[in-house]
Structure formats: C-alpha cells, structure tokens
C-alpha cells in the first residue's frame, strides 16, 4: 500500500524568510500525483500546489515550490518569503489510479513575526 | 459560486445516537469526496461518488456508516449509533475530475460523541 511520510509534526520560520517542508512516500507506481495541501486555523483545506510524477519540472506557484526527486521519492515544499497567512498544518498527498488520495499526517508550520 | 457547503458546523451528541451530516458540492462538480480527520489517524477518506454513484467505500470504518447522494447537488453521511470514537471532524470535498483536479473542501463538520 502506498503510504506518505511527513517526518517534521511542527516547524516554525521567521515572516520573510524560507522554509521547506519534508514528504516522502512509497510506491511500486510510475504514474502518480502529488499534492500539497493547506490547512489554516479555519479548518478548510486548501489546495497549494500539485506535482504530476511524469513532468521533471518542479511545479511553481508564485512564493511555492517543490522539488520532486522521482528516484528518492521525495516531495519538499518550499515556502519563499514566509508570511503570517501561512501559519497552518500543511499535508502532503498521493494519488495514483490504484488508489484512493493518501494524505500524511502533516506539518504544523508557524510563522513569526 | 459558495463552494462545498457542509452542515451543521458543529455537532455534540451522545453515545448511541443517530448522525447525519450534509454536503452540498460546487454545482457542475462530478465527484464527491467525504473525508475524516483525527489526530490520530490524520485525513481519510471515506468514500467518494462519481455522477451520484458510489465508487468507492473501501475508507468506511463500519456498517455504522452509511453515505447517500440522491442527487447532484446533495450528499449525506450518516453514523448510525455513534460512538466516542467517531468524534471527529467530517470533511466534504468535490473536483471536476478524479483527483488529478483540484479537491475543493468544505469547512467541515466537527463532530463530538460524548
């Protein structure tokens, strides 16, 4: 079964500055997505970026990156020029077409001012 | 559009009770997602419907758990009899396509069972 790993339950970064978040995941799939996913203090979920595994460009959504290492299985998320809005519990998530979304315990990330 | 409207926002109630939680999805949206999220066991997902249908309930804990859409615009998730252990919060979603499209979620729904 496909599992995903976020190893870091909370981190913290200074407002303007960078921080990265860790995702790993297991699977025997060629073919597959990854998402990052945001939760803020309201609860809702709120879609940040997706990755599909077959393009080897990292997806880029204006102060968010990822770098995808297909061969590591790896799916960092990189948060430039940190704000206060993105305090929240950020999630990692797998699809491929065998299985249902796989989502990670996530990452509880503050934002200092 | 509103997006994924889910109610009530919060439910108590008591053990042995019965549970129903709605979901109106994004209108035009083909799939329907209902989630579950503990400390424990972080996001799950229950099951999801295509065009109304149920294609997936793999995710539902138990019989206790019943999901209906009787039509596009509506979806419920009904415990029946609850217990401490589903205190939870219920999350609606609803994309275009499966998964490969964006996920929109509702608020969700914090549920207690005391």
């Known amino acids: 079964a496909q599992t995903v790993t976020q190893s870091q339950p909370e981190m913290s970064v200074q407002e303007a500055e960078t921080v990265t978040l860790s995702c790993t995941y297991d699977?025997?799939?060629?073919?597959?997505?990854l998402f990052w996913y945001k939760q803020p203090p309201s609860r809702q979920m709120i879609l940040v970026i997706r990755?599909?595994?077959?393009?080897?460009q990292n997806a880029t959504e204006n102060r968010f990156s990822v770098n995808f290492q297909k061969a590591a299985k790896s799916f960092s998320l990189k948060i430039s020029d940190s704000q206060l809005g993105d305090t929240a519990m950020y999630f990692c998530?797998?699809?491929?077409?065998?299985?249902?979304?796989?989502f990670g315990k996530g990452t509880r990330l503050s934002v200092i001012a | 559009d509103a997006g994924v409207i889910q109610s009530p926002r919060h439910e108590v109630t008591e053990m042995g009770q019965e549970v129903t939680l709605r979901c109106k999805p994004i209108s035009g949206h083909d799939y329907l997602f209902w989630y579950r999220q503990t400390m424990m066991r972080g996001l799950e997902l229950l099951i999801y419907?295509?065009?109304?249908?149920?294609?997936?309930d793999s995710g539902m804990p138990e019989d206790r758990f019943s999901a209906k859409m009787p039509n596009a615009s509506f979806s419920t998730l009904k415990i029946q009899p609850s217990e401490p252990r589903d205190s939870a919060v219920y999350f609606c979603?609803?994309?275009?396509?499966?998964?490969?499209?964006?996920?929109?979620f509702g608020p969700g729904t914090r549920l207690t069972v005391l």
């Open positions: 699977t025997s799939e060629n073919n597959y997505y």
């Open positions: 419907f295509n065009n109304n249908v149920p294609i997936d």
């Open positions: 979603a609803s994309s275009l396509g499966l998964f490969t499209d964006t996920q929109y």
């Open positions: 998530a797998f699809f491929s077409g065998n299985t249902p979304l796989v």
């Open positions: 990755q599909e595994a077959y393009k080897q």
